[in-house]
Structure formats: C-alpha cells, structure tokens
C-alpha cells in the first residue's frame, strides 16, 4: 500500500468516527444557528449593539440573573399563543426561546404539539414536565410550554413566520386544542428572529 493510500484511509476512518461520540451514540441536536462571530467586543460596543438589535422590542429585566428579555408583545394576559424571545445576559451569547402557551377553560395537560405551516408538518415535539409551567385563575388555565430554540425548532419559527397560514395542535391524553396562528403573531415572531439575526456580534 502506498503512503498516499495510508494517508487518504486513515483521513476516512478519522472523519467517520468524529460523527460520533465515544458510546457510539449521534451527536445531539444542534441549537440555533448563531449569527457568525466578530471580533471580542467592549461593553460599550455591546451595549450599542443590544440597543440597535433590539430596538421595538419589550423588554423586562432580571436583576438577580443579570439577564434582559427581548419580546415583541408586552402582554401579560393568560392566552393561547405561539412566540419567541431573546434572553441576552450581561456577558455571554444571545439565547433565542421559543414559546408555545395553550391557555382556555379546561387543562389539556399537553404532552405533544404539532404545528403545520401552508400544509406541510414542520414541528412534532413531544412536552417534557421540565419545559412546562401550569397556572390557573378563577376562569382560566394556562399551560406555557418555553425552551430553548434548537435547530429544528429555529427552522420552525422562521417557516411559521413566512407563512400564509399556520396552526398549532395541542395534543394531551384524551383531547386536543388547534390554534390557528394570527398575523399579529407571525409579524412577532419575524421581529424577534430579525432581532436575533441583527445581534450577531454578541459572544
């Protein structure tokens, strides 16, 4: 054999077995993909970037985390609805989270949604007891289904936010609720992924 084959074989195997961990398992899913790195920047600078990025947005803050959250709609009232948010700290990157609540009469106690975008399923993800928080009033529940926005879930919000039409599907274990995506939803969500993509300098 010569050294070029050697060569060129053992590049092969070597690039085979980076697409695995050492238990053999696949890599996990990759988080949303971040806007492409600049050089390090002084708080000055990244205050002014936050700023421009984020101009329109609402904003509330965590002092104790020292972490700012970037929503396209301030309301806080109980309602069904699909959203994103960027939650952006003192130091550190931009986190885009994506927000699905199903709020009514009646518990569903989600355990899965679906969502389908002009006809074409673009989201089936199962609900972790983790990633939902349950409150309820006199005449109302909620059920609010928040996490980080992965890869499969970015491509998600941005096919939603492109589309003519769209609906959500709450699925528990004996029934299910269909919200049908509004304009005003889908011009939040193109806000908030324009912010996210404007924000490209955070690291």
């Known amino acids: 054999m010569s050294i070029r084959k050697w060569i060129l074989g053992a590049i092969l195997v070597a690039g085979i077995a980076s697409a695995f961990k050492p238990d053999g398992s696949t890599p996990a899913q990759p988080s949303a993909p971040a806007p492409p790195p600049v050089k390090p920047m002084a708080p000055h ?52 989270r994506a927000v699905a609540d199903y709020s009514g009469r009646r518990w569903i106690f989600v355990k899965a949604i679906k969502v389908m975008a002009d006809d074409e399923i673009v989201l089936e993800r199962e609900v972790k007891r983790a990633d939902i928080r349950r ?12 996490i980080p926005a992965d ?53």
Not at 52 to 70: M, N, P, Q, W, Y
Not at 136 to 142: H, K, M, P, T
């Open 135 to 146: 409150d309820n009033g006199s005449d109302w529940v909620i059920e609010n289904f928040d």
């Open 45 to 96: 600078e990244r205050e002014v970037l936050i700023k421009r990025a984020t101009s329109g947005l609402h904003v509330t803050r965590d002092k104790i985390e020292k972490t700012s959250f970037f929503s396209a709609n301030k309301s806080t009232k109980p309602r069904t609805t699909v959203a994103a948010y960027l939650a952006i700290g003192d130091t550190g990157p931009v986190h885009l």
């Open 151 to 203: 890869l499969q879930t970015f491509i998600a919000l941005q096919t939603i936010a492109a589309s003519k039409s769209a609906t959500v599907r709450y699925i528990g274990k004996d029934r299910y609720h269909d919200h049908h995506v509004t304009e005003q939803e889908r011009t939040n969500l193109r806000r908030v992924l324009d912010a996210y993509a404007a924000s490209g300098g955070l690291r």
